[in-house]
């Protein structure tokens, strides 16, 4: 099987990790990537003008004529070049800020007229409304894992001697919401009375952020939306406790984890984070993240594309 890829940016982590799976379970992957002038960080995919969708309808229109089983439209701002297309079955995966975002309804509206969904959680099963495929993005247990703190705080330039709160996202992306993180963290210094240090890493290469993840005391993520955030089920897989508002599927993803906490007011984010730092640093996510394996995204992927083959 030949699958067309349509997506923002050929290599935003996640979706790179997708395509090397799939091509070691067998498929053959052509990627096509939203053209532009410049090139756009991981935080940025979203940022592509109309004239750049527009060059990517006409790139899947063409290769359509191609030796492909099947179009995908990985995240919804490719779904309508995906449609443009008249020749080959079209899969859309919806990886939570085109759903949940400004354009949700026009990512929607588009969705309906895919022949398969594939969203990233439950939350966004039941936002999107019709039939689609809940597959959570999975991950490389190889690489998260647990490595001794002490070795992964020299390893990034840590302080041995203070607490250590991760936030692992641009401190100026509104949805991320950085300024309640600031202010839990400073509430909970306060009621340890010990020293707290927040913090904040984007763009960092996937294959380091292990060594950050194991670094920290706690993970932090005061969101106000998220679809099924990679950066808490990589937490798990190095068993670093989590302390989280309730957003996407981060209650199913952190159920029977512990020390881990879901949140909905800055006082039960606060009181979470002095429990995960009490208690912590290790958590018994690994156990659960198991259950989230790459190659197990990879097989029910390939199952959606057969079928519409």
């Known amino acids: 099987?030949?699958?067309?890829?349509?997506?923002?940016?050929?290599?935003?982590?996640?979706?790179?990790?997708?395509?090397?799976?799939?091509?070691?379970?067998?498929?053959?992957?052509?990627?096509?990537?939203?053209?532009?002038?410049?090139?756009?960080?991981?935080?940025?995919?979203?940022?592509?003008?109309?004239?750049?969708?527009?060059?990517?309808?006409?790139?899947?229109?063409?290769?359509?004529?191609?030796?492909?089983?099947?179009?995908?439209?990985?995240?919804?701002?490719?779904?309508?070049?995906?449609?443009?297309?008249?020749?080959?079955?079209?899969?859309?995966?919806?990886?939570?800020?085109?759903?949940?975002?400004?354009?949700?309804?026009?990512?929607?509206?588009?969705?309906?007229?895919?022949n398969e969904v594939i969203v990233r959680s439950e939350e966004m099963a039941a936002e999107l409304g019709t039939d689609s495929h809940v597959i959570p993005h999975g991950l490389d247990l190889d690489l998260f894992r647990p490595i001794p703190q002490f070795h992964a705080r020299r390893a990034v330039g840590w302080s041995q001697d203070t607490k250590h709160v991760l936030f692992p996202y641009p401190i100026t992306r509104d949805v991320k919401d950085y300024p309640r993180a600031e202010r839990v963290v400073e509430e909970t210094s306060q009621k340890l009375s010990c020293e707290i240090t927040l913090q904040t890493i984007s763009n960092v290469a996937h294959e380091k952020m292990p060594l950050y993840l194991n670094a920290a005391d706690a993970l932090l993520l005061t969101s106000k939306r998220e679809g099924s955030p990679n950066s808490v089920k990589e937490a798990m897989a190095c068993n670093v406790p989590v302390?989280?508002?309730?957003?996407?599927?981060?209650?199913?993803?952190?159920?029977?984890?512990?020390?881990s906490h879901v949140c909905q007011t800055d006082a039960d984010l606060v009181d979470g984070l002095v429990d995960a730092l009490q208690r912590g640093p290790e958590s018994n996510g690994r156990e659960t993240a198991k259950e989230l394996s790459i190659e197990r995204m990879g097989k029910r992927i390939r199952r959606v594309y057969e079928s519409v083959h």
Not at 80 to 87: D, G, K, T
């Open 1 to 114: 099987m030949h699958v067309l890829n349509l997506v923002t940016k050929r290599d935003f982590a996640p979706f790179k990790q997708q395509v090397e799976i799939l091509q070691q379970q067998g498929l053959e992957v052509t990627t096509l990537e939203v053209p532009a002038e410049r090139r756009v960080t991981d935080d940025e995919i979203s940022s592509r003008s109309l004239s750049d969708y527009i060059r990517l309808s006409a790139q899947s229109f063409r290769s359509s004529f191609g030796p492909y089983d099947v179009i995908h439209a990985n995240y919804g701002l490719t779904l309508p070049a995906a449609l443009a297309q008249p020749n080959l079955p079209v899969v859309a995966t919806l990886w939570g800020s085109d759903l949940m975002g400004k354009y949700g309804s026009i990512v929607s509206g588009c969705a309906r007229c895919a």
């Open 243 to 259: 302390v989280s508002t309730e957003v996407g599927d981060v209650p199913e993803r952190l159920a029977g984890v512990d020390p």
